[in-house]
C-alpha cells in the first residue's frame, strides 16, 4: 500500500517466528472481518430505509463503500505480503494494490470533509439552501475523480520484477533516490494534512456554536430538542474524524522518517514496527460502524435488526419505529423540518393530554 516503499532492489527477508505470524493473522483477519460485515450493515441501513438518505449519510455511505472496499482488496494482501516478503498475486493486481488503497483513502477522508461542511452550512448558515440528491451525487463523483487523477502514478509506475528467490511488486518510479519520498509526501498533505486542517477550523466553528451560544436563525419552538440532535451528529462525526487521524499518523510518519533516513529500513525490528502501523491505519476502517452503533439511534436499530438472531439482542417497538418514513412538518423557513426525538415524545404527551381533557369536558357536559 505504500508508495514506493518497496525498489527494484533486493530486499532482506525478515523470518518471523510461527507464533507471532499466528498472531499477526488473527489480528489482521479481524480486521478484515470486523470492517467488511460492519460497512456493509451500514450500506444496507442507509439504502433499504428512505429515513437514512439524507445528505450525511450519503457521504457515510460512501465512506462505508471505501473503507469496506479497502478492507476486502488489500487488508490481507498487504499483510501476506508485508510478512513474507513475497508477490503471488501477478502483476496485474500489482497495480491495482498499489493504487486502489490511496483512492479509497482520499475517498473515505474527503468525504468525511464534505459532512464537515455540510455541518457547517447547516448549523451556521442556515437559511442558505442545503445540497440536493444530485449535487451530493456530483460532489461524490468529483471525490473519486480526483482520488483516481492523485493515485494514477502508483498505478502507472508499478510493476513486478522476478529475482532468483521470489518476485517483487514495487513501484518503479523515473527517479528512485527522490520521487518516492516526494509523492508520499504529497499524498501525506493532500490525504491527511489539508482535508484534517479544514475539518479542525469548521468543527471548531461548529462547536463553538453548538455548546457555546445559540444557533444563528434557530427560533423555533423546539429550540431544545433540534440542539441536541444537532451536538449529537457533530459529536459522532468528531470521533470519526479524531480516530482516522489517529489511526494514519504512525503510517505517515513511519514512511517521512524512513525517507529522511533510509538506513532504518535495515533494522532488526523494522518489519515489526511496519506490520504494526499498517495494522493501524488498516483498522481505521472497522471503527465507524462501531462508532455509529454507539453513538446514533437509527444505526443501533439497524444493527440491531441484522443481529435480532441473537438471544442478547432485543428489538424494542422504539427501535422498530426508528427506521420508518420520518414525519415531517412545515417550519418557518421553506424547507421542512424532520421531528427528532424529543419533539415526537413532546408532541405525543401534548396529545394524549388534550384528548383527556376533551374527554373530562365531554364528561361534564354530559
Known amino acids: 500500500m505504500a ?28 480486521v478484515l472481518a470486523v470492517a467488511v460485515f460492519g460497512n456493509l450493515i451500514v450500506i444496507w441501513i442507509i439504502l433499504a430505509h428512505k429515513r437514512m438518505r439524507t445528505v450525511t449519510n450519503y ?11 479497502m478492507a476486502a482488496f488489500n487488508t490481507l494482501i498487504n499483510f501476506i505480503y508485508a510478512s513474507h516478503g513475497e508477490w503471488y498475486f501477478g502483476e496485474v493486481y500489482c497495480r491495482f494494490h498499489n493504487f486502489f488503497p490511496v483512492t479509497a483513502v482520499f475517498a473515505s477522508i474527503y468525504s468525511m470533509t464534505a459532512i464537515a461542511t455540510d455541518r457547517y452550512m447547516a448549523i451556521i448558515h442556515p437559511l442558505k439552501p442545503r445540497l440536493s440528491a444530485k449535487a451530493t451525487t456530483g460532489v461524490i463523483v468529483c471525490i473519486w475523480s ?21 518476485t517483487l511488486c514495487y513501484v518503479a518510479w523515473p527517479r528512485m533516490a527522490d520521487d518516492p519520498f516526494m509523492y508520499h509526501t504529497i499524498v501525506t498533505i493532500l490525504v491527511y494534512v489539508l482535508p484534517l486542517v479544514v475539518m ?19 427560533t423555533s419552538d423546539n429550540y431544545v430538542g433540534q440542539l441536541r440532535a444537532k451536538r449529537k451528529v457533530v459529536k459522532m ?3 470519526v474524524v479524531v480516530t482516522f487521524a489517529l489511526c ?12 529522511l533516513n533510509k538506513h532504518l529500513s535495515r533494522w532488526k525490528y523494522i518489519q515489526q ?27 443501533r436499530a439497524g444493527f440491531k435488526r441484522v443481529f435480532r438472531w441473537c438471544p442478547f439482542i432485543q428489538v424494542s417497538s422504539y427501535d422498530e419505529m426508528e427506521l420508518q418514513n420520518t414525519r415531517l412538518r412545515p417550519c418557518r423557513q421553506s424547507s421542512m423540518c424532520t421531528l427528532s426525538r424529543v419533539d415526537t415524545s413532546i408532541l405525543s404527551k401534548d396529545k394524549s393530554t388534550h384528548g383527556n381533557r376533551s374527554h373530562h369536558n365531554s364528561e361534564q357536559n354530559n
Open 3 to 30: 508508495p514506493g516503499s518497496n525498489t527494484s532492489g533486493p530486499v532482506n527477508q525478515f523470518v518471523q517466528p510461527p507464533w507471532r505470524v499466528a498472531l499477526w493473522s488473527i489480528a489482521y483477519s479481524s
Open 273 to 299: 514496527v511496519y506490520l504494526l502501523v499498517l495494522w493501524l491505519a488498516m483498522s481505521s476502517t472497522m471503527y465507524n460502524p462501531i462508532i455509529y452503533c454507539c453513538l446514533n439511534s437509527r444505526f
Open 200 to 218: 479542525g477550523i469548521t468543527y471548531t466553528i461548529v462547536g463553538v456554536t453548538l455548546w457555546g451560544g445559540e444557533i444563528p436563525g434557530d
Open 146 to 166: 480526483l482520488a483516481v487523477v492523485l493515485a494514477f502514478p502508483l498505478c502507472f509506475y508499478s510493476t513486478t520484477r522476478a529475482l532468483p528467490h521470489k
Open 237 to 239: 462525526m468528531i470521533i
Open 248 to 259: 494514519w499518523l504512525p503510517y505517515h510518519v513511519y514512511f517521512i522518517v524512513t525517507g
Open 59 to 69: 457521504f457515510l455511505l460512501n465512506l462505508a463503500f471505501s473503507d469496506v472496499s
